[in-house]
């Protein structure tokens, strides 16, 4: 019964691979959400999409591309890893644009 | 720029104590302002949402005050117990809406 699932929960990479991370919520929300918490514990919004639709795209390398074939999934590709990208990473969904969001249980991704 | 602040790093309080978490914040006002609960290993979850015209809200134990003229909301856990320990987040709505922007945190601790 999982709200908001990511897949996988660890990813361990060496620099300069490619690597993507699934999300999906089963909530019906129409806004999705991809925020990077780095080592300070500070979470940060990368990304946000409404109904498939991208409305939010903070100042984040090209590197990271996100796609959402529908509105219940919400899924992050990076390219060219880099040591930097070492974080968690946490996908998010709400009903309302901005308000209450609904966390899934974060990608821990170490670039070695 | 908007900037949200949560005063304390870490919090250390006696079990059955009133824990009382502070979130500043300037440059703008927000309609709402929200409370997450993180435990170590997972993502951020919903405590309470309280808007600009709210001054108070209350969930059980929960209490959330929000000051739009002192620009702060205080978080108040009373009688703590020590699976109250945990990081609480504090997060804005953005002044351009769609998002919202989450404070540091604070690592509260309940000792027995």
């Known amino acids: 019964d999982t709200a908001v699932s990511q897949t996988p929960k660890y990813l361990v990479t060496q620099m300069g691979n490619d690597k993507s991370i699934k999300c999906e919520q089963n909530l019906g929300h129409d806004t999705m959400y991809w925020y990077k918490q780095d080592s300070k514990k500070f979470l940060k919004i990368m990304f946000s999409y409404n109904n498939k639709e991208l409305i939010i795209n903070e100042t984040v390398p090209n590197r990271f591309s996100p796609k959402s074939p529908d509105k219940a999934h919400l899924n992050l590709h990076i390219n060219s890893l880099e040591l930097g990208d070492s974080a968690v990473y946490f996908c998010?969904?709400?009903?309302?644009?901005?308000?209450?969001?609904?966390f899934g249980p974060g990608t821990r991704l170490l670039v070695l | 720029s908007q900037k949200i602040e949560q005063n304390s790093e870490a919090l250390n309080i006696q079990e059955g104590k009133t824990a009382t978490l502070t979130c500043n914040y300037t440059n703008y006002s927000p309609a709402y302002l929200q409370w997450y609960r993180q435990d170590p290993g997972r993502g951020p979850v919903f405590l309470l949402l309280?808007?600009?015209?709210?001054k108070e809200k209350r969930k059980e134990r929960l209490k959330v005050t929000f000051d739009t003229t002192l620009k702060q909301s205080l978080f108040h856990i009373t009688a703590s117990q020590p699976a109250d320990s945990a990081t609480y987040l504090c997060?804005?709505?953005?002044?351009?809406?769609?998002?919202?922007?989450f404070g540091s945190g604070t690592r509260l601790s309940i000792r027995p």
């Open positions: 997060a804005l709505e953005a002044s351009s809406a769609s998002k919202i922007i």
């Open positions: 998010a969904s709400s009903q309302v644009k901005g308000e209450t969001q609904y």
């Open positions: 309280i808007r600009e015209n709210e």
